[in-house]
């Protein structure tokens, strides 16, 4: 075990983080260190505890407290997430490449098959939870007060109902390609029971999320091909497949996706549009699974299509 004194370089504040956290690399680029919090803490022990479970996650090389702060030392999975990767490859086009999809495959297979052995039969207020954690639910209905109707609670409800017989495992979150290496998932910030499939399942789904004005989109046969391997995981160790759930899944993540959106400052029209652009994708959404049950992320638009179309939406 490495634990030799190390030089840290800044890499970038945590997102989303109300304690300021930050992380750092070392000089050899071995190893990766968080600050933070309280909520650091109980994702160090958190992600300990997944690594005895046999999850693909990287080992916590030391972690205490210093200057008051939290910080949690942990060995670096590699140099390039799957996200770096995809961007990579890009060549000028927006396609993602089928390296990339089948890594995303391969460790979403085997996050999968971790979590499944260590499911535990679901009930309604522990798939409650998970909406209201998962779904960013308080912050989304704040922010939005105008999307706190009987109709998205009676949606909410239907989703629930529907993944009453998916176990629940312990679950990421914040589940995508930036956070996923060949070897294993990093940045278990946003962590707690999921059923399962709901990381994994995504990781392709979500990507449109981030308005496709850079980077690469999946083709319906990659998004195929993803979630087919992850079915086959699901059917070994469940029995069941798990696509059919995509959905209601989908429903929560498009919440995930509002959460922290609304602007501070009025001035930032960018923010602004980008925050009405994921009310569009949540009401989306909310439009096709109450329409089909289903919920195709092929047609969604982009966050320029939507500017075009929409402009900043009672903007002043
Ligand atoms: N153990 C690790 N192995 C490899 N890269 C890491 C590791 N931990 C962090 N990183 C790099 O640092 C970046 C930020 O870390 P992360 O915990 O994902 O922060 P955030 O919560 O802001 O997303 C990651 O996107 C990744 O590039
Ligand atoms: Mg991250």
Redesign the pocket.
């Known amino acids: 075990m490495n634990t030799q004194p190390a030089e840290w370089h800044f890499?970038?504040?945590?997102?989303a983080?109300p304690a300021g956290g930050a992380?750092y690399?070392s000089d050899d680029r071995t190893r990766?260190r968080?600050t933070g919090g309280e909520a650091l803490a109980a994702e160090a022990a958190y992600q300990r505890q997944l690594a005895e479970l046999g999850y693909p996650v990287?080992h916590i090389l030391d972690n205490g407290t210093e200057d008051s702060h939290v910080f949690v030392v942990?060995?670096?999975?590699?140099e390039h997430?799957l996200h770096?990767m995809a961007l990579e490859s890009l060549e000028g086009t927006r396609a993602l490449s089928d390296t990339v999809v089948d890594l995303a495959a391969e460790v979403g297979s085997r996050l999968l098959r971790a979590q499944a052995a260590h499911a535990v039969p679901a009930d309604l207020l522990m798939l409650r939870e998970w909406v209201r954690e998962a779904g960013w639910t308080d912050h989304v209905f704040t922010e939005n007060p105008d999307l706190d109707t009987p109709r998205v609670r009676a949606a909410l409800d239907r989703a629930v109902a529907q993944l009453a017989r998916v176990p629940m495992v312990p679950g990421h979150l914040d589940y995508g390609l930036?956070?996923v290496?060949p070897v294993g998932v990093?940045?278990w910030?946003h962590h707690g029971l999921v059923p399962l499939g709901y990381d994994t399942a995504l990781a392709l789904e979500i990507v449109p999320f981030k308005g496709g004005t850079k980077g690469y989109l999946a083709s319906p046969e990659q998004r195929h091909r993803y979630l087919e391997a992850l079915n086959e995981a699901a059917r070994a160790t469940t029995g069941k497949s798990l696509s059919q759930h995509l959905a209601p899944f989908l429903l929560v993540k498009a919440l995930f996706f509002l959460a922290l959106m609304k602007p501070t400052d009025p001035a930032r029209t960018d923010k602004y549009v980008k925050w009405h652009f994921r009310r569009h994708l949540f009401l989306e959404v909310l439009d096709q699974y109450e329409r089909t049950g289903a919920v195709d992320t092929a047609h969604f638009l982009t966050l320029d299509d939507f500017a075009a179309r929409h402009g900043a939406p009672g903007h002043p």
Do not use: A, F, H, W
């Not at 890499?11 to 997102?15: F, G, I, N, S, Y």
């Not at 942990?74 to 590699?78: D, T, Y």
């Open positions: 890499v970038k504040k945590r997102t983080d992380v690399v990766y968080r990287p942990e060995k670096s999975l590699g997430s770096d930036p956070n290496l990093i940045d910030q």
